[in-house]
């Protein structure tokens, strides 16, 4: 459940109430205080603002923002099906509650209309500020009394509070599934980014301008979109989508050696750094270890390096993160692919293919740690990696 109250100016008001009103499919909910026509029925658009315009005059008060605009978000699963009768009484609610947090709005011009686009049933108040006893309703801290009267009505029915739906969890669970997208499309085009996770039950509204687009919204949840903007890095916005697309197919590169023996060295060649390659944990199959005898804790000299991230990087070695230059090895393969596959299948390796992995599984611990191994303790070391 999600209240938005923002106080926006007469020249700003105008348009609002024409959009509010006029909006395709849109439905009267409740006017009030507003004169209607001699006929009976309600003003439009102008006679609204004009009404409003003038009693604001009238009251003598001065001000810079003599709107507010009110948008009621309820959760879309819960007032799919409502009646009218509902909507009035959400409305009705909400001015409650409203009222409870200092801003009064049962006794001033407004109007109240119900919105279906985009499969989003929610609400616009469009309301003076003056009410009709001559006083300027406050507006301080309006956003965070209006967070407080949508939970509010949020716990008198059940439903999620506006600080759970607006969580930083959400925007970093949306943005890391749309990370997963971007990694598996073999060739960038927003278009199919935006139907990929359509099918991921994402809802996506995309603003474009020219056949460019220029901004979009997205979440699970109808009433809680978040923009390309807010979502954690700000690196799916439609300036930055495809750099970033292309970060996570380019790996930056490094000249290197690899120890593939203790005696000896062949070109080799890594990135930068792991975290820019491993996103998550890499388990490496326990059969490497049960089979071969290799123990891990003396392999790897934990206590000169990091060791979860010589845990980590002797995985990425293994699984063909790190692609070595020449044509030894079972680590063949590009983009990260190398010998993952396989090993993921390791049962049905054959004993000789298994014999291979478990001596690389030997040399991916060592190189791992010696990567690893802080600086000043390389500069010690007749066989260090540089």
Request: with cysteine.
């Amino acid at each position: 459940m999600i209240i938005k109250t923002t106080p926006i100016s007469s020249s700003h008001g105008a348009g609002v109430i024409s959009y509010a009103m006029n909006k395709e499919k849109a439905e009267l909910v409740k006017m009030q205080n507003l004169q209607y026509t001699s006929y009976g029925f309600p003003p439009d658009d102008n006679s609204v603002f004009q009404q409003m315009v003038m009693h604001q005059k009238l009251s003598g008060k001065k001000c810079k923002d003599p709107f507010f605009r009110i948008e009621v978000c309820p959760p879309p699963d819960e007032t799919e099906n409502w009646t009218m009768k509902q909507w009035q009484q959400l409305c009705d609610e909400t001015l409650k509650r409203m009222a409870e947090q200092d801003i009064d709005l049962r006794n001033t011009q407004l109007i109240c209309y119900l919105h279906r686009d985009s499969g989003k049933l929610h609400l616009h108040i469009i309301a003076s500020r003056i009410d009709m006893n001559g006083r300027l309703l406050n507006a301080w801290q309006c956003k965070n009394k209006s967070i407080a009267a949508a939970n509010a009505i949020a716990k008198a029915h059940g439903w999620s509070l506006a600080s759970e739906v607006k969580s930083p969890e959400r925007k970093t669970e949306i943005r890391n599934e749309a990370m997963e997208v971007l990694a598996d499309m073999e060739k960038f085009d927003i278009k199919d980014f935006f139907a990929i996770m359509r099918e991921r039950g994402y809802i996506i509204q995309d603003r474009w301008s020219k056949g460019k687009c220029v901004g979009y919204s997205i979440g699970k949840e109808a009433n809680v979109l978040f923009k390309s903007s807010q979502l954690t890095g700000r690196d799916l916005m439609p300036s930055r989508i495809e750099e970033t697309w292309k970060k996570l197919h380019t790996t930056p590169m490094v000249a290197y050696t690899y120890t593939t023996d203790y005696n000896t060295q062949i070109p080799f060649r890594i990135p930068k750094t792991l975290d820019d390659v491993i996103q998550e944990d890499i388990e490496v199959p326990d059969e490497l270890y049960d089979d071969s005898d290799l123990d891990r804790d003396e392999e790897w000299d934990y206590e000169l390096a990091d060791r979860p991230r010589v845990a980590r990087g002797a995985a990425a070695m293994l699984l063909g993160l790190m692609m070595p230059s020449g044509e030894d090895g079972p680590a063949v393969g590009g983009g990260g692919g190398g010998v993952q596959g396989e090993l993921s299948r390791w049962d049905g390796l054959s004993a000789e293919r298994q014999d291979e992995y478990i001596v690389w599984a030997r040399m991916a611990a060592h190189n791992a740690n010696e990567f690893y191994r802080p600086s000043k303790v390389r500069k010690g070391r007749k066989n260090s990696i540089r």
